[in-house]
């Protein structure tokens, strides 16, 4: 294999695979890359036998052929590079050189024939995308995912496709955020329903492998793998082994007392007073009275914090304990000025939504006070 190959396509191929290598895995080539070429570039794919990824850059190939290096080692080379066209040339015993312009570099590579096979994935759109909205219910639905690998069920982002819309929910049991959008016209019908529960690793890489948001992204559906492909690139993995609760049921119906407050405002002075709340817990008491929202947090080893918020409010008084960090993470992903908290009493959830937005839910699970 020979190539020659601009610095910003190589490095931006390098840099996508890092999330996916495993770095310290019992397989030693499951922290390296694969470059193979074709006629007029390169593909670069990295796998960790749960989520494999493959990018395409253009290249101008002298000789095909494929090389097998260390992801991390070549990524870290590549960066320091002056910003001009490297040269990569494949030697024997699978030893690669790189070149660009005074800058040489030697690195022992290993068998291609020993790197995982890319898995194959669904031809057949299952629904085409438009990049920008999908990146847009990644952002503010991933971040709810639970950590916790031995719950697979709330493991990974749910995808719901029903009567025309796209729904994607995330959760970890103590909070949940939802978001609906429509489906592009033409794309899964009124009589269909189907749900797929994506990793929450498919999902942090799928949000990088989106850049241009004016391109359409397909996802399809092949034995147990879900594939996300555009073009000649594509990030493939396993389904999650679990199934996602019924989480319509846990969305309270009966908050009847409504709070709209500037989200400028709210996130402010939530940010100061979880500077002192507890430290594992996060827990602020919001206490809900005429004209004014109070958020209070005292802990006998940190101190005690206070602010007040002027809001139109008119209903029954009302406090709850909420956990400060997660009001954030959901304040953070809203764009507009106003949010809406959606309470009922101290043990039932506050739902947090956006008149501007009927298709964005979310909801924090109460705190003993």
Not at 155 to 177: F, Y
Not at 212 to 225: A, G, L, R, V, Y
């Amino acid at each position: 294999m020979e190539i020659r190959i601009g610095k910003a396509n190589l490095l931006a191929g390098v840099q996508k695979v890092q999330g996916v290598v495993e770095a310290k895995g019992a397989m030693p080539i499951l922290s390296y890359l694969l470059i193979s070429t074709d006629q007029d570039g390169v593909f670069i794919q990295a796998t960790d036998l749960e989520v494999a990824f493959r990018g395409y850059y253009s290249a101008n190939v002298v000789a095909e052929g494929q090389a097998v290096l260390n992801a991390k080692k070549l990524h870290d080379i590549v960066r320091e590079l002056p910003d001009s066209e490297i040269h990569i040339t494949q030697e024997e015993n699978n030893w690669v050189t790189i070149k660009c312009q005074k800058s040489v570099f030697r690195l022992p590579g290993l068998a291609a024939e020993e790197f995982p096979v890319f898995p194959e994935y669904g031809e057949d759109s299952l629904i085409d995308f438009n990049a920008g909205a999908l990146k847009e219910m990644i952002r503010k639905t991933s971040f709810a995912v639970s950590t916790d690998e031995t719950r697979k069920g709330i493991s990974g982002l749910l995808l719901e496709l029903e009567k025309g819309n796209c729904s994607m929910v995330g959760t970890d049991g103590h909070r949940l955020v939802s978001i609906q959008r429509p489906l592009p016209e033409g794309t899964n019908s009124e009589e269909e329903k189907s749900e797929h529960l994506l990793p929450r690793k498919l999902v942090n890489e799928l949000a990088k492998f989106i850049e241009d948001e004016e391109q359409t992204i397909s996802f399809s559906i092949k034995d147990n793998f879900l594939a996300f492909t555009q073009g000649k690139q594509a990030i493939v993995s396993r389904a999650v082994d679990g199934k996602f609760p019924n989480y319509r049921q846990v969305i309270p119906k009966e908050n009847e007392l409504l709070i709209s407050i500037n989200k400028e405002d709210l996130s402010h002075a939530m940010k100061r007073v979880v500077l002192l709340a507890d430290e594992h817990s996060k827990m602020v008491r919001l206490e809900v009275k005429s004209s004014q929202l109070s958020l209070n947090a005292d802990t006998a080893d940190q101190g005690a914090a206070k602010e007040e918020i002027a809001i139109d409010y008119k209903g029954d008084d009302v406090a709850i304990g909420l956990n400060g960090r997660y009001v954030l993470d959901i304040l953070n992903v809203i764009e507009y000025e106003n949010v809406v908290l959606k309470l009922k009493d101290k043990d039932h959830s506050c739902l947090i939504t956006t008149e501007k937005d009927p298709g964005f839910l979310s909801l924090v699970m109460p705190m003993r006070l």
